[in-house]
């Protein structure tokens, strides 16, 4: 099983262009969110997902969106990026009817220059 | 609303010395509690969980029991390795029924010289 991928691993924008960082699980997990993580601040939920076609913002949604038209894939899109934006964001998915706890990604390193 | 509270790190210790890293909860019901891990450049892992009060959970070496009466879930190790240098997040998830989103500490990370 490849569990959580997300892609790139890497990336570098320019401040006011989008993107899209894709996540991907094939554990059949109805539950995936986003989450950034930075210095000090632990991590932070973005938006998540209990079920295909539904979405919900977290705690600091502004500037992102996701949408989860199927089971596997919940893509995370920077409309605008901004300097504020540069993080590591983490991919996780976990089952919605046992409760082993998370399975994360490995991460996308964002700079905004 | 729920909360994680972790000790502060990062906590420094020598290989074979034991591990302690505090770990309280605020949360309504019996949610689950859960140690997860993180190796630099790397995604969170789990480590160990427990659902419900007086479980032990363990995996690795590391030991971790849900006190229900000190609302706690301490993360233990008798004797740690190089190998265990990482940060260590604390986390809850409510009980069946309520919200599906867990709460997590901030992390604690652990340096082990040799």
Known sequence: NAGVTQTPKFQVLKTGQSMTLQCAQDMNHEYMSWY???????????????????????????GYNVSRSTTEDFPLRLLSAAPSQTSVYFCASRSGTTNYGYTFGSGTRLTVV | GNSVTQMEGPVTLSE????????TYTATGYPSLFWYVQYPGEGLQLLLKATKADDKG??????????????????????????????????LSPPSGGSYIPTFGRGTSLIVHP
Request: net charge negative; hydrophobic share 30%; with cysteine.
């Open chain 2, 16 to 23: 074979e010395a034991f591990l302690t890293i505090n770990c």
């Open chain 1, 36 to 62: 950034r993580q930075d210095p000090g601040m632990g991590l932070r939920l973005i938006h998540y997902s209990v079920g295909a076609g539904i979405t919900d913002q977290g705690e600091v949604p502004n």
């Open chain 2, 58 to 91: 363990s995996n690795k070496g590391f030991e971790a029991t849900y006190r229900k009466e000190t609302t706690s879930f301490h993360l233990e190790k008798g004797s740690v390795q190089v190998s265990d240098s990482a940060v260590y997040f604390c986390a």
